[in-house]
């Protein structure tokens, strides 16, 4: 007769990678039945876009057939729980939001919104809640990105205050400043102004319960970042560039300010955007334009992870003017890459989580 101790002792012999631990320890093993020869029982990962999962499936079917029973029936069940990392001090805001990812860049123009919003998506369609703040309050360009110009945000009554309600668009819930105001319309804001707009998006907005709530940062290292450290606790930033020198100047300085004593905000990463140009009846063809490795590089000198290429590819860039980003085409190569991506973003927030302090919201005299 197996048991379910019988379960767990060949579980205790299979590894989750990236924690160095079973998943019997990590107790990640749940709901072990077993009826004669059928045994069924669920994993339960920390992310769903878990990069590991089917290879973790795998392990579990072989350790119950290998220490078990081989003519043993298993049924494993692979599901997600997204763990946050939280303030510690009490004074955390977006309570529901387990996870908040800024993607930045120090320059305009290497493709950070095009990363941040198909970083967003790619969660989404593995199965996070997933929410996209545009704190681009000057030049917000989700709007364009996600289809919904013209479109205005509802409002919504929860315990007796007014929220704004997130558009959502491809299963991710959205705010921009661009939805506010006449795409016509420059805006024509001092700090002050846009820095109200920004902790409205924060406070004013019903982001509801989120796994990942991905803020796609203006350029620079001003006013918008500070009051960003100085409101939420960020849990973690991606850096994109392009593999030029004057491209990686400027992601060094957005590297160098969440490095700051004062900031400290942890790198889960870096994107190499633009990263070579692959002709549509050439496929397999790299041609690379704006230098190679250059991301790759960079990651190495800071000795954070490189979460991957995005290459300079047509479709990517039409995705982004019509309102229907790359990730959610048929395309491999641009699908691929970002898919990819959201997958280590994940991971790494996983390993974040597990291995540092929670995050607390910086107060700083800057």
């Known amino acids: 007769m197996i048991t379910e101790a019988d379960v767990l002792k060949a579980l205790s012999n299979v590894d989750d990678p990236d924690f160095g631990k079973d998943i019997?320890?990590?107790?990640?093993?749940?709901?072990?039945?077993v009826e004669g020869k059928q045994v069924s029982f669920t994993v339960e990962l920390t992310t769903p876009a878990c990069p590991m999962k089917d290879m973790i499936h795998k392990a579990c079917v072989n350790a119950v057939k290998i220490f078990i029973d081989?003519?043993?029936?298993?049924n494993v069940t692979m599901t997600a729980r997204v763990l946050g990392a939280r303030s510690a001090d009490g004074s955390d805001v977006l309570p529901h939001v387990k996870n908040i990812i800024a993607v930045g860049s120090g320059k305009g123009g290497v493709g950070k919104s095009t990363v941040a919003t198909n970083l967003a998506i790619a969660l989404a369609k593995e199965g996070?809640?997933?929410?996209?703040?545009?704190?681009?309050i000057y030049g917000p360009s989700a709007p364009l990105m996600f289809g919904v110009q013209g479109e205005r945000p509802m409002m919504r009554d929860v315990d007796g205050k007014g929220y704004i309600e997130p558009i959502e668009r491809f299963g991710v819930k959205m705010?921009?400043?661009?939805?506010?105001?006449?795409?016509?319309?420059?805006?024509?804001w001092r700090g002050?102004?846009?820095?109200?707009?920004?902790?409205?998006?924060?406070?004013?907005?019903?982001?509801?319960?989120?796994?990942?709530?991905?803020?796609?940062?203006?350029?620079?290292?001003?006013?918008?970042?500070?009051?960003?450290?100085?409101?939420?606790?960020?849990?973690?930033?991606?850096?994109?560039?392009?593999?030029?020198?004057?491209?990686m100047a400027d992601a060094k300085k957005a590297m160098m300010m969440f490095k700051n004593a004062n900031i400290s905000v942890p790198i889960l990463g870096v994107v190499e955007n633009m990263a070579y140009f692959t002709p549509a009846e050439?496929?397999?063809?790299?041609?690379?334009?704006?230098?190679?490795d250059g991301g790759k590089s960079l990651a190495e000198q800071f000795e954070v992870p490189f979460l991957g290429e995005v290459p300079l590819v047509q479709s990517i860039r039409e995705g982004a003017d019509r309102g229907f980003p790359a990730v959610l085409n048929d395309e491999p190569i641009s699908l691929n890459a970002f898919t990819e991506i959201a997958k280590k973003v994940a991971r790494n927030v996983a390993m974040r989580n597990a291995n540092l302090d929670p995050t607390k919201v910086m107060t700083i005299g800057v």
Do not use: C, R
């Open 175 to 188: 705010m921009s400043i661009g939805l506010l105001v006449d795409e016509k319309q420059a805006v024509i």
């Open 192 to 247: 002050p102004m846009a820095t109200s707009a920004l902790k409205q998006f924060v406070t004013d907005v019903y982001w509801g319960e989120l796994d990942y709530l991905i803020i796609d940062l203006p350029p620079g290292t001003g006013d918008i970042h500070l009051t960003l450290v100085q409101t939420i606790p960020i849990t973690g930033a991606v850096i994109v560039t392009t593999p030029q020198n004057i491209a």
């Open 128 to 136: 996070a809640k997933v929410g996209l703040m545009d704190a681009d």
């Open 282 to 292: 050439l496929p397999e063809n790299k041609y690379y334009i704006f230098g190679k």
């Open 70 to 74: 081989k003519e043993a029936e298993v």
């Open 24 to 33: 019997v320890t990590l107790n990640m093993v749940k709901d072990v039945k």
